[in-house]
């Protein structure tokens, strides 16, 4: 493994053991979120530690070398490619038709006062659906002129 590997992991350790000591130092009300982010940091970079432990080990080397390689064959395979952007455009379509049907529910249970302010909930789904089609659209249009 690459030495940004470690060096990376390093960092998360770092980072979670930061973000603990101001978690439990300080008393605010965001302790909670900062605790959960350094555990996750300290987790996150404890794994990656040891997955860089294991796989520079002499007798994992040879391993290692033919995991990436099939892993750099299995990035490069066209129908496996071809599935992934499949699977991406469906996602990205199920999420848009999800957010609007979103936007009609909780217009409908603001109207019937089931759900207070729900003004702000239908603004935020609107915008977040009007940036959805904008990013695809400009995403689009990039990888376009790409190949073109």
Known sequence: MKKSN???AVLFILGGVVL??????????????????????????????CKYL???APKNRERYQEKLMNERIELRDELKSKLRDQ????????????VSVSIMIFSVLGQLEIIGNSRLIVLYLAGYLVFQIALGILIFKHLLKKYE
Do not use: P
Request: aromatic content about 10%; some cysteine.
């Open 87 to 98: 699977s991406a455009r469906y996602s990205y379509t199920i999420g848009i038709v999800t």
């Open 6 to 8: 470690l060096v990376e």
């Open 20 to 49: 603990g000591g101001i978690g439990l130092l300080t008393d605010s009300v965001l302790d909670s979120l900062l605790i959960g982010f350094a555990a996750g940091a300290l987790c996150s970079g404890i794994v990656m530690l």
């Open 54 to 56: 294991y796989w520079n």
